[in-house]
Antibody
């Protein structure tokens, strides 16, 4: 059974870059069957899909964050990472990594595994 | 982005009750709607995908229905382990969006 675990600093200063890593065990980020995804949830608010990366390295981002976000893959470490630049207090949230998979041949997708989430606070 | 309206935001129910949670989308998404359960301090898990398909290993107390813009998650005979937060997600088009969540509490 695949497991995902987020790691990174819990406190980031405004205007700096938030960097998080997701370590995958029980599965390979090189597998062509999955997308590797980041999702966040600010306190008291709903979940926000940040973006995802495929094993080929192709990525897709939420347009609301596109100018500040990048997701990368490190197959040698079986990890994928999130970088969010120029952070503000509005980026304070619990950040979760997850795995998306297709459930049918028509493009239906579900999140079949989630990490526990890591709280990140943006504050000076 | 596709807007998601989930209701209610919270509800109180007793063991054995039938519970329904609704999710409405701002445009038609066919059946590209998933439901998740999240317990405090735990990672979410998928219950229903494709609007009505039960995830393997999930109790048959859970069922999903709907298509287009209106969807329902039903829990028949609520059990103690079902007290949690439930949320919907559309995967019709990126950016995927989520409902605000429904917290199911013990009455």
């Amino acid at each position: 059974q695949v497991q995902l675990q987020e790691s990174g600093p819990g406190l980031v200063k405004p205007s700096e870059t938030l960097s998080l890593t997701c370590t995958v065990s029980g599965g390979s980020v090189s597998s062509g069957a999955y997308y590797w995804t980041w999702i966040r949830q600010p306190a008291g608010k709903g979940l926000e899909w940040i973006g995802r990366i495929y094993s080929s390295g192709s990525s897709k981002y939420n347009p609301s964050l596109q100018s500040r976000v990048s997701i990368s893959l490190d197959s040698s470490k079986n990890q994928f990472s999130l970088k969010l630049t120029s952070v503000t207090a509005a980026d304070t949230a619990i950040y979760s990594c997850a795995r998306e998979c297709y459930y049918d041949r028509y493009g239906g997708i579900k999140v079949d595994s989630w990490g526990q989430g890591i709280p990140v606070t943006v504050s000076s | 982005d596709i807007q998601m309206t989930q209701s209610p935001s919270s509800l109180s129910a007793s063991v054995g009750d039938r519970v329904t949670i609704t999710c409405r989308t701002g445009q038609s998404i066919s059946t590209y709607l998933n439901w998740y359960q999240q317990k405090a301090g735990k990672a979410p898990k998928v219950l229903i995908y494709g609007a009505s398909t039960l995830e393997s290993g999930v109790s048959s107390r859970f069922s999903g229905s709907g298509s287009g813009t209106d969807f329902i998650l039903t829990i028949t005979s609520l059990q103690p382990e079902d007290f949690a937060t439930y949320f919907c997600q559309q995967t019709s088009s990126t950016p995927y969006t989520f409902g605000q969540g429904t917290k199911v509490e013990i009455k």
